[in-house]
């Protein structure tokens, strides 16, 4: 009984990992509004070491359309205007000599509809990750000694449980960055 709540309890964590990573993915898809985790890829060379941009600047918004990114010392400017447009996220950064600003450009219906399929692709490749882990954690229970089929059947009902849980959860990230996305 011991080994089978062990399997659950990593399965369960497994699957919350999956859902957190799946909502991080979401927030570096832009939805037309600044958002300083819309840069959370990019790396900036500084002082050899590529580093990342929230580590060597803040990165803060006044509005729904602007960022703005300060970076610790003056002479990082060019470097991060380079990897901004190195990361190739359809953004403009401008400098004033303190501090580089990026308009956020109004969003095309069809590169609205664009963002919502790659949410979509983003969602589905959790919810396929959370089905690997139904089914790891089902062939696990099935391997252990000594507990009877009844108990076995049990955990995996708890197991579909939680993989359905998830699944529903996913689905709810899904449609608040779809109207998200769609909301002009």
Avoid at 22 to 47: C, F, Q, S, W
Avoid at 67 to 79: D, G, R, T, V, Y
Avoid at 105 to 121: D, G, N, W, Y
Avoid at 122 to 138: L, M, W
Wanted: with cysteine; proline share 3%.
């Amino acid at each position: 009984m011991e080994e089978i709540e062990l399997y659950l309890d990593e399965a369960k964590e497994q699957m919350t990992k999956t859902l957190n990573h799946v909502g991080h993915e979401l927030t570096k898809i832009r939805a037309g509004k600044a958002n300083p985790a819309m840069l959370d890829g990019i790396k900036v060379e500084y002082y050899g070491a590529m580093s990342p941009l929230s580590q060597i600047s803040s990165i803060t918004t006044q509005d729904a359309r602007t960022l703005f990114i300060k970076p610790w010392e003056k002479s990082l400017i060019s470097e991060i205007e380079r990897s901004i447009m190195a990361a190739n996220l359809g953004l403009t950064p401008q400098n004033d000599g303190q501090q580089i600003i990026i308009n956020i450009p109004m969003l095309t219906e069809e590169r609205r509809k664009q963002l919502v399929k790659q949410a979509s692709q983003e969602c589905e490749q959790g919810k396929v990750s959370v089905r690997s882990i139904r089914k790891e954690t089902n062939e696990q229970l099935k391997k252990i000694k000594g507990v009877s089929e009844d108990d076995v059947k049990n955990a995996e009902g708890e197991v579909q449980k939680l993989t359905d849980d998830t699944i529903v959860k996913i689905d709810a990230l899904m449609k608040k960055k779809e109207v998200e996305i769609m909301t002009v």
